[in-house]
């Protein structure tokens, strides 16, 4: 079964850091992604990187947020620092699941991360 496994949300307080991993059942995996989902608010991309390790932020994680994969290609992690608590929001990893003949955009079922005093 193709799937992803989030883990790593929690509470926090202002300032803090989380670090939020993603593991993929299957190696086929190309570019993998971390989106976020605030109530009320549309699912946004936060980070994404590819196979060879090209990253790309959005504006409000720039400087702040860390993208990366493991050797292997199957594990994301997303690295939080300075959290604010407009962050607070559910987090889902992406992947492109690649298969012969094709290609495929996976979720993960969201790890909440809740910044709040």
């Known amino acids: 079964q193709v799937q992803l496994v989030e883990s790593g949300g929690g509470l926090v307080q202002p300032g803090g850091s989380l670090l939020l991993s993603c593991v993929a059942s299957?190696?086929?995996?190309?570019?993998m992604g971390w989106f976020r989902q605030a109530p009320g608010n549309r699912r946004e991309l936060v980070a994404s990187?590819?196979?060879?390790?090209?990253?790309d932020y959005a504006d409000f994680a720039k400087g702040r947020f860390t993208i990366s994969r493991d050797n292997a290609k199957t594990t994301a992690f997303l690295q939080m620092n300075n959290l604010k608590p407009e962050d607070t929001a559910v987090y889902y990893c992406n992947a492109d699941y690649m298969y012969t003949g094709g290609s495929r955009s996976i979720w993960g079922q969201g790890t909440r991360v809740t910044v709040s005093s």
């Open positions: 299957v190696r086929e995996i190309a570019a």
């Open positions: 990187i590819t196979y060879y390790g090209r990253t």
